[in-house]
Structure formats: C-alpha cells, structure tokens
C-alpha cells in the first residue's frame, strides 16, 4: 500500500520566490498533519485538517504561509513570499479518523538561497 | 503549552548493548508513541501505547507508558548497526475538536559501534 506521498522531494529557490508543497494522504485517513523540521527547533506542527476543514492553524509562523487541503485525497502547503530562514523540512503527516498515530511522508527538503 | 524532555540527546553504543531512552512530560497525556527517523526519511512509528502502566513490545523494542502519564521509555535490547537513526518521543492529549495533535520530543540520536 501507499504511505504518505509528497512532493517535491527537494526544492531549492531564490528568497521572494512562491514554494508550494503537495501532499497525497493515505487514502482512507481523513486526518492531515503538516510540520516543519529543523535542527534548533525539532518537529513542529504547522496545521492540521480533519476531513478536509482546517482544525488549528496556530502553528503557522506567519501569514506568507497558507495551506489547503481542497479534496480528501491531496493537500499543498504554500509559502510566498519565500525567506531564507524558511529552509527546513516540511513533512506531511495523515492518520485514520480522530487516531492519534500519524503516518508520515518522505518529506521536502526546502533550501532557499 | 506541553513539553517533553527527551534523554540523552545522543548516544554511542557498542553493537549488542543495550539501549534506553525515555520523556518525561510538564503534564499527562493520553497517548505515547515512539518514532524512528532515518537520515532523509520522515518518521516512522516503532510503537503506540494507550494506557498508563501498558508495557508493549515490538521485536527487541520494548516501551512503556508511565503511571503517572507523564512519563515514556523505550528500551531497545542486542542492538545492531541497523538501529542507528534518531528516535523521538511524541505525546497526544485529545483536543476534543475532532483530531489529535502530537507534541515531540527533540529525539535522541543513536550511533551504533560495530
């Protein structure tokens, strides 16, 4: 079975520049998670969405961030414009009805320059 | 908000020892899992406890939910190279809006010496 899918894997751009991460869920889960990794501030939740409605968004650093998710089946995480200090790994994360084990993606490595 | 305190922050072992880690939490939860990263990967689950006491294992994993729910170990026993990666802690408290939000550990990473 499929797990988690994002993409881009890696995505490296100029500060100013709009990113847009995508992410497919587990097909079933209606829960998903997005969080952002980096070396001084661990894992952190960004937002979550269950079946399909933003739950908490105070997660987002600031408003250059949004994300949506339009259907069950595929979410995107957009930053625009983008900064330097926004380079981590952005993981995508789903699990099954209000289930707190979360599955997650490979992740995006997000350099920008 | 929640907090968890993961140690050590990092480890060094001899293949075949061995391994515990653990979290300790500023309040209860109701869940504990235990995560294991890769380098380039994302997290992947070990182990999910759901009540306080529960003492689960998963091959030469070993993890427990504390009593007081404000505390997690994760044994690991004859480790192996293979082992090497970091391993988080994560807690779950209902948030009663319909889903779960996890708070992480800051992970402990593992090394194995062959």
């Known amino acids: 079975d499929a797990g988690v899918i994002q993409s881009p894997r890696h995505e490296v751009t100029e500060m100013g520049q709009e990113v847009t991460l995508r992410c497919k869920p587990i097909?079933?889960?209606?829960?998903l998670f997005w969080y952002r990794q980096t070396m001084m501030r661990g894992l952190e939740l960004l937002i979550y969405f269950n079946n399909n409605v933003p739950i908490d968004d105070s997660g987002m650093p600031e408003d250059r961030f949004s994300a949506k998710m339009p259907n069950a089946s595929f979410s995107t995480l957009k930053i625009q414009p983008s900064e330097p200090r926004d380079s981590a790994v952005y993981f995508c994360?789903?699990?099954?009805?209000?289930?707190?084990?979360?599955?997650f993606g490979p992740g995006t490595r997000l350099l920008v320059l | 908000g929640q907090q968890l305190n993961q140690s050590p922050q990092s480890m060094f072992i001899q293949e075949g020892e061995d391994v515990s880690m653990n979290c300790t939490s500023s309040s209860i939860f109701n869940t504990w899992l235990w995560y294991k990263q890769d380098p380039g990967e994302g997290p992947v689950l070990l182990i999910a406890?759901?009540?306080?006491?529960e003492l689960t294992s998963n091959g030469r994993l070993t993890a427990q939910f504390g009593i007081t729910r404000k505390d997690s170990f994760l044994n690991i026993s004859a480790s192996i190279p293979s082992d090497v990666g970091i391993y988080f802690c994560a807690g779950s408290l209902s948030s009663g809006a319909g889903s779960y939000q996890l708070t992480f550990g800051k992970g402990t990473k593992l090394s194995v010496i062959p």
């Open positions: 097909s079933g889960h209606n829960s």
């Open positions: 994360a789903s699990s099954l009805g209000r289930g707190e084990t979360q599955y």
């Open positions: 406890l759901y009540k306080a006491g």
